[in-house]
């Protein structure tokens, strides 16, 4: 990843307003999100969350969410909480727990309670997704046969589904090549079910980290828990997006902001924007202040969690107001676009760090409600 001229962007910087420390140091809302950490975060103690409450909160859209609250609950970071099941995986005979939001198959999504999306189905394509076996009738407690985890140079969190019933006996299965030898055998029969986006948590070598002091959007991580394979959940920070979403943040397809995220490295994640599977997230990095990634005002999705047009890898756009004097909440990408081309906002696709580099980032919608921020 090349850096943006430094020169060039301190003099944008000074045209634009935004706010700069001492020596020419950026914002540290924007180094948290722009640049790579070196600090590796501390164990977290367990902080419950709160019962949900009502449905006048939100309404959780994915079928494997347990909890979750919309506001912060005993932490001072301005982000809610999402607890979700975890799911059992296994790679080359080694263990991985993953969550699951969403899929391609319409029928699935139904039957599983995933959020349907159409346009993980462009993925199918060798080399853009991963591969996962529902063992339907196998031994107890057999799990999802997985192709790849985050230790993998190939990972991605979509995954061809495919559903496998034995035809006689069933024996253990610990890797896609027993899979692939007793289909082989006529032992297997193997219906594929589209794409789902099920990222890993907790894998052989490695987990997502907990934040231990649940201030900021980033901070140390993006688990308020440590993963609890024992219950089979895991929580989540829940963040704020318009239209009318609530967020988690799993991983992403840039490896230096994988590592300043404090979320899995997806490489495979890239090139889901040339297969058509990806939206848009626009992101501030000034303006009014709030609990966007940045530290300004929620980022802004190109449609709403569940419509056709949605997906949950978004392609990361970054917007900065040219006058922070005009700034003001703005509510959809339309409203951004008009802004930009009136010559009120800066556009960097990635972030000014990444020189003009798209990333794209994993962050499924577990929980749709309507905005709190500016009203």
């Not at 082989?184 to 907990?210: Q, T, Y």
Request: charged share 20%; proline share 8%; hydrophobic share 40%.
């Amino acid at each position: 990843m090349q850096n943006l001229d430094r020169r060039a962007f301190l003099a944008w910087a000074g045209r634009s307003g935004l706010r700069i420390g001492a020596a020419g140091a950026l914002a540290p809302a924007l180094l948290a999100a722009c640049t790579r950490s070196t600090n590796s975060p501390a164990p977290a103690a367990a902080t419950s969350i709160a019962p949900a409450g009502g449905a006048d909160q939100g309404t959780a859209i994915v079928g494997d969410v347990m909890d979750f609250t919309l506001s912060p609950h005993g932490w001072p970071g301005a982000f809610g909480a999402v607890m979700l099941k975890l799911h059992h995986g296994i790679v080359d005979g080694a263990d991985v727990y993953f969550i699951r939001t969403d899929a391609s198959d319409q029928d699935y999504a139904s039957k599983e309670g995933l959020v349907y999306v159409p346009k993980l189905a462009g993925l199918k394509t060798k080399g853009l997704s991963g591969e996962a076996y529902v063992i339907t009738n196998g031994v107890p407690d057999q799990p999802v046969v997985l192709s790849s985890d985050p230790s993998a140079p190939g990972y991605t969190p979509a995954w061809r589904i495919h559903e496998a019933r034995w035809s006689g006996r069933a024996e253990p299965l610990t890797s896609v090549k027993q899979v692939a030898d007793a289909a082989k055998a006529g032992d297997l029969s193997i219906r594929a079910r589209g794409v789902i986006n099920a990222p890993a948590v907790k894998w052989a070598g490695g987990e997502l980290p907990v934040d231990p002091d649940l201030i900021e959007y980033l901070g140390g991580g993006q688990l308020i828990e440590p993963p609890d394979t024992a219950a089979g959940m895991v929580t989540f920070k829940l963040h704020e997006c318009f239209p009318a979403s609530r967020y988690i943040v799993c991983d992403t397809s840039m490896e230096p902001m994988a590592e300043g995220m404090h979320v899995a490295y997806s490489p495979e994640l890239e090139g889901a924007t040339d297969a058509g599977a990806t939206g848009f997230v626009n992101v501030f990095m000034n303006g009014i202040p709030g609990s966007g990634p940045m530290g300004f005002q929620p980022s802004v999705f190109d449609a709403t969690a569940g419509d056709p047009a949605w997906s949950p890898y978004w392609d990361h756009m970054t917007y900065a107001w040219a006058s922070e004097q005009g700034a003001r909440v703005l509510r959809s990408q339309a409203e951004i676009h008009e802004a930009r081309d009136g010559g009120e906002l800066d556009k960097f696709p990635g972030t000014p760090d990444t020189d003009g580099t798209v990333f794209t980032v994993n962050c499924p919608v577990p929980v749709v409600a309507a905005n709190s921020f500016g009203t």
